[in-house]
């Protein structure tokens, strides 16, 4: 699988994570992964990654040049948002939205280093994190009378 057709696949996931078909997303992940290598999934997870961001500027604006990016799980007495697969997923898109790239990098490696369902686990909380992300950025747009740009990033 070349860069282009991973690339156009990732997109698939998200659109298809936003819409609420995580069947279909996953079975695209599945392919993606099936192809790729370590480092090439890490390029998955910054498209996704990038998606966030770009959902929460849309959401927030741009931070100030001395302001950085904080994600916090909504209820921190909820087990499920304090699972490890969803604290990667936010810390992953706060690093990557605040641009240190060795942060996500070292978390990367971490998850990938874990257990398969545990790898896998981490995968999919960073795309279910990155859709609400994103559906949430599409409904503001939506109130606001804005049109969402063709593709999420």
Not at 8 to 35: C, F, G, P, T
Not at 57 to 82: F, M
Not at 110 to 117: G, L, M, T, V
């Amino acid at each position: 699988m070349d860069t282009l057709r991973r690339g156009q696949l990732a997109k698939d996931v998200l659109q298809y994570a936003v819409n609420r078909n995580y069947d279909r997303a996953m079975q695209v992940m599945d392919e993606i992964a099936a192809a790729s290598t370590g480092r090439q999934m890490y390029g998955v997870c910054c498209i996704f990654a990038a998606v966030g961001r770009q959902s929460l500027v849309r959401l927030y604006g741009h931070p100030s040049p001395e302001g950085l990016w904080a994600l916090a799980a909504p209820d921190p007495d909820d087990a499920c948002a304090q699972h490890p697969a969803h604290l990667f997923s936010l810390r992953f898109i706060t690093a990557f939205a605040n641009r240190d790239m060795p942060t996500c990098q070292a978390l990367y490696l971490a998850a990938a280093s874990a257990n398969a369902e545990d790898y896998s686990h981490s995968l999919a909380a960073l795309i279910g994190d990155v859709a609400h992300l994103a559906r949430v950025a599409l409904e503001e747009l939506a109130r606001d009378g804005e049109t969402p740009a063709p593709h999420p990033y």
